[in-house]
DNA sequence: TCCCATGTTGCTAA
DNA sequence: GTTAGCAACATGGG
């Protein structure tokens, strides 16, 4: 899926075409994902983001809450024409917006607001302490650690290892035998990097696109994702790629320690 | 044909 | 209680 920062990136762009308006009409053509009713007539008061998950604030006090996974992608449209995997389509006004997924696993899910999270997300500042404190008494990767959604909301796969790399941190360290100048520098490397990847409007290695189908950039500036055998900018170590969780990893083992 | 894929959940077993 | 491993979800690309 996206992960934070190219949710935070469709958020900003959704906001100057959606918030204020009214919704004339949703469709649902998947019905994977369950009953949504028309919503005609009810307006979008507000676009918010917390880690992966993107909240529509309602006029009538209810809330959308869309999860888009692994290819959940929203496009705004202003043609007749549907893109490829249409799962949803909402009507406004002005144009249409499309909810296209090609795997299925997008949810999108009407229902009251949510309580405030008391998970951090990952472009408020983050307290090194608190992560310290979270890994109390607990042996798993520091890399399974970041991407644990409990801990920091928004972080995932290809950032966790962007992170990490900055951080100057081995991947697979068990979090318990992290000191604080290395939380310091964690913490200080996850601030950086989400930032500029929202600065960047996201990461497009496959296929992600924005709100106007348009790429991110970042990927011009990932440091180690997808860069098995390659040297690393730092130090010229072989970049490696293991698998951590089932999961993809890439790391430099000369400079991350 | 096989392997891989930016995510999450739920099960099993150590 | 914690963690790893795996499958499931479902589809497309290399």
Redesign the pocket.
Known sequence: ???LP?VETLCRQLRTVIVGRDILSLQVIDR?LGHLPPLSGRGVRSVDRH???MVWMLSDGQCLIF?????GRLFWLEGEELP??ARLVFSFPDGRLVLSD????ATVELCSPPAASTVADGLEPLEPKRLADAAR?????VK?FL?D?RVVAG??????SEILHKAGIDPLR???GLGPAEWKRIASAAARILVEAVDSR???????RDLHADRGEY?HRLRV?GRKGERCGKCRGEIR?I??????TFYCPTCQK
């Open positions: 899926m996206p992960e190219e994977k880690g992966k998950r999860q888009l996974r692994m290819t490829a995997h090609p795997r299925r696993f008494g607990r042996r798993l990767p399974s991407m959604q972080i995932g796969n290809i950032y966790a068990p979090v318990c996201g990461t497009s290695i496959s296929d992600w990927q994702y790629r698998v951590i969780a089932g999961r993809s």
